[in-house]
């Protein structure tokens, strides 16, 4: 079956522009979860959903990060007026509703701010 | 908070001999601990778990891990290495209890095996 997909899987911005990534999660996945991960390291948590519910946004480094998920399975991140530590690459993630089950990881966005 | 580390940047070993890659946890409680693997250009993907219950694990291709409550780790084993394990592992807790939602990983261990 169809896994996670993120589009686009690359993107370039200038500084100071706005970026949409977007997810498609797992049909039928409840949670879904997105995570920045920089050059050398490992995934940190931004963002987490359950349905369309935002239970967690805890990890946000700014109030230019906002991420939703209106109807329960697409999830968009948006980050507004890009600088250029936000270069990284963002990483979706879904899973049943279960806490102690395994996330399902889509192959990232890499972002690049110029 | 809870952190996750992983001592080691690369584990180096040679086909057929064993290899273990470290982990170590600091969550509050009982936690839940994940290993993930990450061949390039490609997502993570899902190797093991301990949620509860035996503290040996087993999971996808012949991999497996302890989980040591004294020592706070959660190493990742296999047997037998294969040249097709090279790959960047990830071992990553969640706090079941006060945030479920949010995994920590740790910044992540280069496996080489050689032939």
């Known amino acids: 079956g169809a896994g996670v997909s993120q589009s686009p899987r690359y993107k370039v911005a200038k500084r100071g522009q706005d970026v949409a990534l977007r997810c498609d999660p797992i049909?039928?996945?409840?949670?879904l979860f997105w995570y920045q991960q920089a050059l050398g390291q490992g995934p940190e948590f931004l963002t987490y959903?359950?349905?369309?519910?935002?239970?967690?946004k805890s990890g946000l480094p700014s109030d230019r990060f906002f991420a939703e998920r209106p109807e329960g399975s697409v999830s968009t991140l948006k980050i507004q007026r890009t600088q250029q530590e936000d270069s990284a690459v963002y990483l979706c993630?879904?899973?049943?509703?279960?806490?102690?089950?395994?996330?399902?990881f889509g192959p990232g966005t890499r972002l690049t701010v110029l | 908070a809870q952190s996750v580390a992983q001592p080691e940047d690369q584990v180096n070993v040679a086909e057929g001999n064993p290899l273990t890659v470290k982990c170590t946890y600091s969550?509050?409680?009982?936690?839940?601990l994940f290993w993930y693997v990450q061949y390039p250009n490609r997502g993570l993907q899902f190797l093991l778990k301990?949620?509860?219950?035996?503290?040996l694990v087993k999971g996808s291709y012949g991999f497996e891990a302890e989980f040591n409550k004294s020592q706070t780790s959660f190493h990742l084993k296999k047997p037998s290495a294969l040249v097709s394990d090279s790959a960047l592992y990830f071992c990553a807790g969640r706090d079941p209890y006060t945030n479920a939602g949010k995994s920590t990983f740790g910044d992540g261990t280069t496996l080489t095996v050689k032939p």
């Open positions: 301990y949620i509860t219950g035996d503290n």
């Open positions: 959903f359950q349905n369309e519910a935002q239970l967690d």
């Open positions: 969550v509050s409680g009982n936690p839940y």
């Open positions: 049909s039928g996945h409840v949670s």
């Open positions: 993630a879904s899973s049943t509703s279960s806490s102690y089950n395994e996330q399902f």
